[in-house]
């Protein structure tokens, strides 16, 4: 299980990121991070990920304190950051030389296929599209078997067409070993789409707003009704979160007017 | 799994695209370059052949070749040739070498940029042949002080393009290996060599150029044999062919150790370029 516990980051400019974020996150889930831009959601990451520190509070993996990154943790950011000057088939690799050269080989041969990407396993990042170069890069992150899998908006640079397809490819790499996936996106529908609960985020500081579970069994069809109503609510707790005259943790309803993003 | 993604499947294939363009058309333009000194040589080969001008001052080609080939019956060429490469292929490497590590020690460690850089910097700003007199002096007329110039020479592009390529490395891709939990070492070997390494070719083919411009110079402030021996020698006893077969051959060998580092660093530099992929395919 991985836990947050009053997580808090200022940096050192001043700027207070995020305070006392807490949450408990089951080994296995899915769970999405929602929130206008500025609240925080990549400070959150990067702190889980032990990119960076938290200036107070604390995040474990398993009881273990996360300060430095892990080795059951894994990060995909919004760019590829794909290494230029390796083949596809070794910045799959990058993360497993440790092992013997024809292990690595075959998981990394097992894994360009999974991604479907086997023909391009000798070209170089620079030849690949934009939506090839970030399933190098969801390779690349899980081939090691992260327990945790964190992922920074990774589809938002993509049109619309190819962010669905890889929604779709995340989920169903996800099922190989359910690792918890940690996904901040900015998109209601991807979210909804793919956790298993939302946890909106509301602005300065950040802090965590609302949780929403969304219990949809999968494979979930983006166009039922049931789809539309999770949604709604999503997007009427990112309206609250933004709206100042609404308290933290209020359950009154009403929909709000704000422009979230 | 292919059938899942239609649309990335159809993406576009570059390097493929690159290969189409033939043999001919990649031949054809460095000819193109060629085609004014070729017709501006003949020319002037002609004009003296008929005798409109006595070609005394500027001889034609066959006089420059002729001279050539006589310095080359005579081995003193090669021996000219032999002691120029020694000085240059000297005072690069030390020039190299002290450049590199310089630069690496400015670019990765901030207290010693903080200490050295400032320093370094105020010597660029004096020109290098500024330093003869003081060369001469310290380590004599002969081969030490020319070697010494060449160095310096060579030693500045270096320690910029290294400090500079360890500055610029993109702090994203550091980030990758921190998540990879690279150690110092093996974040240096992974990521920041190759990183830096297209920005090193080009600073030591900046830092080779420099070495024969101050090759030139340090030959013509004195010495026996070099090529820029030749050249004082030819200018003193008036003899303009003995001059262009010098600056020809200069030219060659200039252009041919820069090709040479070119050749050497392609096959670590073939990520970055289509042209080399699509040669050796
Ligand atoms: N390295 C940094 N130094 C100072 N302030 C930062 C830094 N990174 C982010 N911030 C600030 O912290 C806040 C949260 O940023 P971030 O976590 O990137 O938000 P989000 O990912 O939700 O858009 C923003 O106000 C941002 O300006
Ligand atoms: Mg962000």
């Known amino acids: 299980m991985l836990a947050l516990d009053r997580v808090s980051k200022t940096y050192p400019n001043g700027v207070q990121a995020l305070a006392r974020f807490s949450a408990e996150i089951r080994q296995g889930e899915i769970v999405a991070i929602i929130g206008g831009s500025g609240c925080g959601k990549s400070t959150l990451l990067r702190a889980i990920a032990g990119l960076d520190r938290a200036s107070s509070g604390t995040v474990t993996l398993d009881n273990e304190a996360i300060s430095s990154p892990h080795a059951k943790i894994g990060i995909i950011f919004q760019e590829p950051r794909l290494l230029p000057w390796l083949s596809v088939a070794d910045n799959i690799g990058f993360g497993l030389a440790d092992l013997p050269a024809a292990e690595r080989r075959e998981k990394v041969v097992r894994a360009l296929e999974r991604v479907g990407l086997a023909e391009k396993a000798q070209a170089w990042p620079r030849e690949l599209s934009g939506g090839q170069a970030q399933r190098v890069a969801i390779a690349r992150a899980l081939v090691p078997q992260p327990e945790v899998l964190l992922l920074d908006e990774p589809f938002s640079a993509l049109d619309a067409f190819t962010r669905r397809d890889l929604q779709d490819h995340l989920l169903d790499l996800w099922a190989d070993t359910r690792p918890t996936l940690i996904l901040v996106t900015h998109d209601v529908d991807e979210a909804v789409v793919l956790a298993d609960r939302v946890l909106v985020m509301r602005p300065r500081p950040g802090r965590l707003f609302d949780q929403i579970e969304i219990n949809l069994g999968r494979p979930r069809d983006r166009n039922s009704p049931l789809f539309e109503t999770f949604k709604r609510s999503v997007l009427t707790s990112l309206d609250r979160s933004l709206d100042r005259s609404v308290p933290d943790r209020d359950a009154t309803q009403g929909p709000g007017q704000a422009m979230w993003w | ?281």
């Open chain 2, 1 to 281: 799994m292919i059938s899942d993604a239609p649309v990335l499947q159809q993406a576009s294939e570059p390097a493929e695209n690159v290969a189409a363009p033939s043999r001919a058309a990649r031949y054809a333009r460095p000819l193109l370059g060629a085609l004014l000194p070729l017709a501006l040589a003949l020319g002037w080969e002609l004009v003296v052949w008929l005798g409109w001008s006595n070609g005394r001052l500027v001889p034609p080609p066959s006089r420059i070749f002729a001279t050539i080939a006589e310095l080359a019956r005579s081995g003193e060429l090669v021996r000219h040739i032999i002691a120029t490469l020694w000085r240059v292929g000297l005072g690069f490497a030390f020039g190299v070498v002290a450049g590199t590590l310089l630069g690496a020690v400015s670019g990765y460690w901030s207290l010693a940029r903080r200490l050295l850089d400032p320093t370094v910097q105020a010597l660029r700003a004096i020109p290098s042949l500024a330093w003869v007199p003081l060369f001469i002096l310290w380590l004599g007329i002969f081969e030490t002080s020319k070697v010494a110039l060449i160095a310096v020479g060579v030693f500045f592009p270096v320690y910029l393009g290294v400090m500079g390529a360890i500055l610029s490395v993109d702090r994203k891709i550091v980030e990758v290996g921190r998540t990879f939990r690279l150690s110092g070492f093996a974040m240096i070997r992974r990521i920041l060599l190759p990183a830096v390494l297209p920005a090193y070719v080009v600073s030591l083919r900046v830092g080779l150029g420099l070495g024969w411009m101050f090759v030139v110079a340090a030959e013509l402030i004195g010495a026996s044999e070099g090529l820029g021996y030749l050249l004082l020698d030819g200018q003193q006893l008036g003899k303009p062919a003995q001059i262009l077969a010098a600056i020809v051959i200069f030219a060659i060998l200039g252009k041919l150790t820069d090709w040479l580092i070119e050749v050497a660093a392609a096959p670590f530099l073939r990520w970055q370029d289509a042209f080399v992929r699509v040669k050796g395919a």
